[in-house]
């Protein structure tokens, strides 16, 4: 059982910057896979991000301004979030796999608890 628990979030107007941290309880962190997904009020959750061994696959929505980078010796994941836009706005969850990165959440076992990011008009 992996745990993972985001840190981070808060409200930040449009063009500013956060940064969201998502640390991990697990030995064996360098072998997971890692994601970032957010959903929206009344939408769907979406894939925003992942990392793993073999590289970093982004959306094209937040190709650009968004950077995941991860430590390895501190079990944790980042995601540095520059030129906030009024619709990145909702609860960022990060997510861990074994498997290969997809920006299927269902591909994903382990689920922290959120992050709210709200950004402003």
């Known amino acids: 059982q992996v745990q993972l628990v985001e840190s981070g979030g808060g409200l930040v107007q449009a063009g500013g910057s956060l940064r969201l941290s998502c640390a991990a309880s697990?030995?064996?962190?360098?072998?997971?896979?890692m994601g970032w997904f957010r959903q929206a009020p009344g939408k769907e959750r979406e894939f925003v991000v992942a990392?793993?061994?073999?590289?970093?696959y982004y959306s094209d929505s937040v190709k650009g301004r968004f950077t995941i980078s991860r430590d390895n010796a501190k079990n944790t994941v980042y995601l540095q979030m520059n030129s906030l836009k009024f619709e990145d706005t909702g609860v960022y969850y990060c997510?861990?796999?074994?498997?290969?990165?997809?920006?299927?959440?269902?591909?994903?076992?382990?689920w922290g608890q959120g992050t709210q990011v709200t950004v402003s008009s």
């Open positions: 997510a861990a796999s074994l498997r290969r990165p997809v920006p299927n959440a269902n591909e994903y076992d382990y």
């Open positions: 697990t030995r064996t962190f360098s072998r997971y896979t």
């Open positions: 990392i793993s061994w073999s590289g970093t």
